[in-house]
């Protein structure tokens, strides 16, 4: 009995012990399973964050790679100024660099394929910007980065570490451009610019259209040939080689312009060549919108269509009008701000704003449809000539060294960027046929812009554009920023990767060999150096009439608008001029006295413009105000009752101060030029209206 007792606790604790050993089991398997998906979390998000640290470290490593570029393209143009080298420029010089390191992270870099990179197939009748992909239950997104060549899936790792040092086209024109065109606008050189505006507006409009379409006109048959013999691989229409034609317009003699700075080279030389470089890079880019606009009726998008073409006309005039509008516009919002404000008090808030509200103008144009490189233009001219004039002379500078600085950086980093896309870009298309017709059509694009209408312009001009400097404005037509950022914007299809491959061959070889040749061609043409615009200009005077009399004909297309300007906008707009009480009708007196408030003349010192180099004198003025004449003596200036007569400066006060405009006797309300060293030739009133 005791022994069956027994026998019944044992099985009792052992069946007790079994179930409690099921139930811790089942309890672990529990916890298991639910700490199971915690941990694959952690891992993945561990993996996760290694990937993103990694990538960080890669995009630091490719700004890298470009700062490294710009410091030894910097160290090296120290060289070649202190060693006075000029057959390479600084941009020249930044591709060269750019193609090599293109080369070694092309063939020199290899990174071992991630075996985690899968490739799968599905059938889609177009590309998604995103896509949504489902592994195991969790979604994922992901976002289009370009399309890979086919023969070269299997290295998409490598694809993906030369995709990383090339941007978005959308970089360049939204930050690397705007400082660029600003600055050229900024900078421009009025005085030089306006008397020969006439040439450089035929030039820059007329003559870009020209050679866009001669040079369209050469690749289609080109292109037509090329598909005769079997070497075309694609659709390239007629518009397309429009497109070329106008992208590979715009020129950029950076290079060119540069030494013709440091060689002082003549004046009117400069102003032409520079001034159509600024006003043809904004019209070949409307012009290259206009024809991608062009879309006439039916299936077939490549038929001529008289309506299709007039619809292209106008919305070139509109766009460039409406940008031209925008941009002067923002211009005369700054300078009124600057004005009518007490904000040149804090130098650092006014600099701020001035930087903002020129590189919005460029954003604001883009965002309304408009152009941009147009607005940003005309907005830095209107800068120039009257927000500069409101700035603190602390401002002053730091705008104009900010510009500078940034024009720059960016124009060397976009020639940098151009080498290393040579090696890096990965929808190359190199046609031999092609690129002879391009180098043969950009060479007689140029010369039927330029010797066609120097002809046409000396009819009219009594001081001629010479032979030799029409052949140094051919020479010097090459191409720069402009055209690369044109042609990288769209890579889309075969036709528009062509015309890029071919863009980056014209644009190496006019840099380096147009422009390291240039001092060569200068003296080939015996074209003089050395000369100061303003010896120039003196000399003008001691020549006699017929100098003169050139200068009056180049005035008289802004005398109209200088009068008008001088009376009214710029008594509006800055802080000199002459009183608006006098220059306004009488109706508008308290509208002139409201804005010649002493809030408008508080601050002197600033009448005074520095950058005579950069501003058109005021030399257009009428020195009576109703019954007041200025007039000035040794001690200073005053005022004295006189007979009261209207009009404007005859031409040779105008000839007078274009010649010695770089003195200014600044007084309240008006601003006088007048010769301030012994040796210059009194300036003397046939009319006694200004004695000295």
Known sequence: MVFKVTVNNAWRATRTLWLLVLVSLSVCICVCRASSPQEDSAMENIDTEKKAEESHRQDSADLLIFIMLLTLTILTIWLFKHRRFRFLHETGLAMIYGLLVGVVLRYGIHVPRDISNVTMSCHVNASPATLLINVSGKFYEYTLKGEINANAVGDVQDNEMLRKVTFDPEVFFNILLPPIIFHAGYSLKRRHFFLNMGSILAYAFLGTVVSCFVIGLLMYGCVVLMKQVGQLGGDFFFTDCLFFGAIVSATDPVTVLAIFNELQVDVDLYALLFGESVLNDAVALVLSSSIVAYQPEGNNSHTFEVMAMLNS???????FSGSFALGVATGVVTALVTKFTKLRDFQLLETALFFLMSWSTFLLAEACGSTG???????????????YNNLSPESQDRTKQLFELLNFLAENFIFSYMGLTLFTFQSHVFNPMFIVGAFLAVFLGRAANIYPLSFLLNLGRRNKIRSNFQHMMMFAGLRGAMTFALSIRDTATYARQMMFSTTLLVVFFTVWICGGGTTQMLSCQHIRVGVD???????SVVEGSERRSTKQESAWLFRI????????????????GPPLTATLPPCCGPLARFLTSPQAYENECQ?????????????DISLTYGDITVSTDATGAHTSGGPGFAGAASFDDLDRELAYGDHELVMRGTRLVLPMDDSEPPFTDPHNRLQM
């Open 313 to 319: 006309f106008g919305v070139f005039l509109g766009v």
């Open 373 to 387: 490189v147009v607005a940003v233009l005309f907005c830095g001219i209107t800068q120039a000539h009257y927000t």
């Open 533 to 539: 615009s303003d010896q120039d200009n003196s000399m």
């Open 561 to 576: 608008w200088y009068n008008f300007d001088h009376n009214y906008l710029k008594p509006i707009l800055t802080h000199s």
């Open 607 to 619: 009448l005074k413009d520095d950058d005579s180099d950069l501003i058109l004198n005021d030399g």
